[in-house]
């Protein structure tokens, strides 16, 4: 097999409020002490499906696409349907592209070059989903990006790529799933959708940090994106 040397782990420090509230509030720290070991653990489990030979389910996004919050990286949504596959993905292993603080444009400069090049060393495709958003949503300035960029991305995933909507009521948040509608009545792409109803009911969903999901979150998330598929 030839080299894959990818990283998943973002090129960039924290932001400032992170950074700020994990020096006072302890459930923050704490989640923010699994980014750098869960991103070893996706590398590892990279290579382990680069050189099994079989088609590869290719997970590109964010911190919850990697399972920050989780008891482990394994108990994300991308794991738990990993250790319980639909029929579609059975015989498939999984390629997770994803890091932590990941927007819309990293997708496009990192990690569909990455899946790029697997695809020409010969690597089957069997899947690809894409959870993405959550972290332009934050910024007022790559808030006001989205919109145009998201249209860039959905134009540049490939075909039936499953793509999760943005559950948020912002304005921002709206144009997303707008463009998301869009692309899937066009038959380009297939969507997890996760707006209410889908996953109202966080309570005791979350994480230490009051953001990211917990197990029992990722599971709900599992069960949209089982649905799609």
Known sequence: MTTFDYSNLSD???GPVVSKLALVLPGVRSVMGQVEP???????????ALG????????L??????????????????????????ARIRDAAVLNLAFNGARVLDVLERQLPA????????HEIALVTLLIGNNDLMSPKWSRLLPSAIETLLDAVPHGTVVATQPGLQRSAARFNRAVDAHERAGEIVIADFRVPHMRDWRGRLAEDRFHP???GYAGM???????L
């Open 12 to 14: 960039r420090p924290p």
């Open 38 to 48: 869960y991103a070893r653990w996706w590398e590892d489990s990279n290579r382990r």
């Open 52 to 59: 099994s030979g079989r088609p590869l389910w290719v997970a």
């Open 61 to 86: 996004g964010d911190s919850m696409t990697q399972g920050i919050g989780a008891s482990a990286p394994d108990r994300g949504w991308v794991g738990q349907i990993a250790a319980d596959p639909p």
């Open 115 to 122: 899946l790029d090049q697997v695809r020409e060393q010969g």
């Open 214 to 216: 917990n197990d029992r």
């Open 222 to 228: 599992a069960d949209v994106i089982r649905h799609a």
